[in-house]
């Protein structure tokens, strides 16, 4: 039987902006970095001398984002 080949393309844009970090937490179970990586997640950045807390994602560039730009 022969099978068909499929390629996937697709747009992620903004994935990494609305990751759940609970559901990474919890992803990642009993790891021994865990609590390291909980504190990166909600550390929060600053903007023109504000501070904004961070409830959801990994923002690009971020210190455990997959892919860092330079």
């Not at 068909?4 to 559901?23: C, M, T």
């Not at 865990?34 to 600053?46: P, S, V």
């Not at 501070?51 to 923002?59: A, K, R």
């Amino acid at each position: 039987m022969r099978r068909r080949k499929w390629v996937l393309d697709a747009d992620i844009k903004g994935a990494f902006d609305s990751i759940d970090h609970q559901f990474l937490l919890d992803a990642i179970g009993g790891f021994p970095a865990r609590e390291l990586i909980r504190q990166w997640l909600k550390a929060g950045y600053m903007e023109r001398g504000v501070f904004h807390d961070t409830d959801s994602g990994t923002p690009q560039g971020g210190i455990i984002t997959p892919e860092r730009k330079r």
